[in-house]
């Protein structure tokens, strides 16, 4: 049912006044909700790291015993972003469940189309957050869009009880209570906060490799107040999750003028208006990348992120733009450098942009990794084996 159009305006003018949002550090509502019976909050425990986010306060970000929060478009598009971040994770010796009943966030439907409601939004994140908690490991978001939605969503609930009743009653009929995480963590924070642990497992020197970085918009520019600033990154100006990390392993981070841009993927210009997604991401991005700083990648932490600009590149090109530059993951950039193969665990040959003169840069013998994988695909098409083990990616 529409809302009366005297409602509509009253919230606009609150929201407008700054009555609607909340004061300060959140936590103070959520434990206060707690306290009342609303819904149980899902500690952080330890270990974790403290970081800074925009606006001064402390973030714990959980070492390990981690719940992987899949991201759709990553594992249809770019599986090999997942198998990265999971590689990296049980390299460092941090144990993590990969759940089976994970359900999508179904954000793309509510940016895309608008055809979904803030209820059903809500009901989803917290069958999320309640079926993590079932399971004893805290909640670890892979997807940018998911992060920044279900920081929405999470403000949302914390400012209207009839948006939690109505919620409530949706889970009672699934059997699960309303739970609320301590803190809504993105992967590339866990990235972040682990890097120099990464670091210390580095056996390919990235001494001399130049990189331009691409922040995803719903990762810092959704509720901008939950993301991570460091003040020895960009004089604390941009968000620090990604730079932090390559800088840590020794690449160089080249700045470009267009580095606030979207990456063009934007959700629903993506479906109706693809055309202009792909000449924004080439002329907006890659283009001003390539000119301003020549990077020998581009890195970035969103599964639209890498897909649009990676992808994109290829009617660039048909039309002699000055593009051709490889996009991945800062996840698939750490595996890398902590020795991960380029294809049983990276798998890079789902990428679009030509990425073989850069694993050349970093000293790999991409044709003989590939001979490799090519005879695991032998293995499997024979039937000696039914999937790859982390014994067969680490050989």
Known sequence: MTAPVDVVLRKKERFERGTERLPGDFHEELFRLEEEGEWIVDRVREPYVEVPTKYGRTKKIPKAHLWHHKSCGQCGHIPGYSTSIFWVMRKLGYDYHDPRDQTSCTAWNYYASATSNSTAQAA???????????????????????????????????????????????????????????????????????????????????????????????YYKLVEGDAIYDPDIYGGQRTAVVTGLAEALGAEVRSYSTWFDCCGFGFRHILVQRDFTRSFATQRKIEVMKEEAD????????????????????????????????????????????????????????????????????????????AEFEADVKRLERGEIEFLTWEDVDA
């Not at 309303?178 to 590339?188: F, G, T």
């Not at 992808?311 to 530059?325: L, P, Y």
């Open 124 to 218: 989803v994140a917290l069958r999320n957050f309640a079926a993590a908690r079932e399971t004893g490991y805290f909640p670890l978001i892979h997807c940018g869009t998911s992060y920044g939605h279900y920081k929405e969503v999470r403000e949302e609930l914390l400012l209207h009880p009839e948006l939690r009743q109505q919620v409530r009653d949706i889970l009672a009929k699934l059997g699960k209570p309303l739970v609320m995480p301590e803190e809504i963590v993105h992967y590339s924070e866990w990235f972040y906060a682990m890097r120099q642990e990464i670091a210390a497992h580095q056996v390919r020197n990235f001494d001399g490799i130049a990189v331009t970085v691409h922040p995803a918009c719903h």
């Open 295 to 370: 990077p020998d990648v581009v890195l970035t932490h969103d599964t639209g992120c890498v897909t649009t600009l990676d992808k994109s590149q290829f009617a660039a090109r048909a039309h002699d733009r000055n593009v051709g530059v490889p996009v991945m993951s800062e996840a698939q950039f750490a595996a890398l450098a902590m020795g991960a193969h380029p294809y049983r665990v990276c798998q890079l040959h789902w990428h679009s942009a030509d990425y073989r003169p850069f694993l050349e840069r970093m000293g790999i013998d991409w044709e003989a990794a590939w």
